[in-house]
């Protein structure tokens, strides 16, 4: 397929853990650099992790110490540990190479007690 698949989302409560999974093309995974977005009602998409093909990862001063992203080359998946969750983390997560490469339906992510 060409848009990344995302899965894993759901209804959690505050300071409850998700592990989100996005595979992607077999053709594309390996060489590319993947990261995590997500967009709120009503804001911007925004970049929540990053990994490169050494593996090296990065994230905003925000989530640093609660989101964990990786990468499985061999099954072209790239995987977002969330922990601690809170109420402002509820969003549509999506995973992709490049703003501009087509977009995933994404996965819900609902904190809510």
């Known amino acids: 397929q060409v848009q990344p698949v995302e899965s894993g989302g759901g209804l959690v409560q505050p300071g409850g853990s998700l592990t989100l999974s996005c595979t992607v093309s077999?053709?594309?995974?390996?060489?590319?650099?993947w990261g995590w977005y997500r967009q709120a009602p009503g804001k911007q998409r925004e970049l929540v992790a990053s990994i490169t093909t050494t593996r090296a990862t990065n994230y905003p001063d925000s989530l640093k110490g609660r989101f964990t992203i990786s990468r499985d080359n061999a099954k072209n998946t790239v995987y977002l540990q969330m922990n601690d969750l809170k109420p402002e983390d509820t969003a549509v997560y999506y995973c992709?190479?490049?703003?501009?490469?087509?977009w995933g339906q994404g996965t819900q992510v609902t904190v809510s007690s």
């Open positions: 077999k053709i594309i995974f390996s060489t590319k650099a």
């Open positions: 992709n190479y490049a703003r501009s490469a087509p």
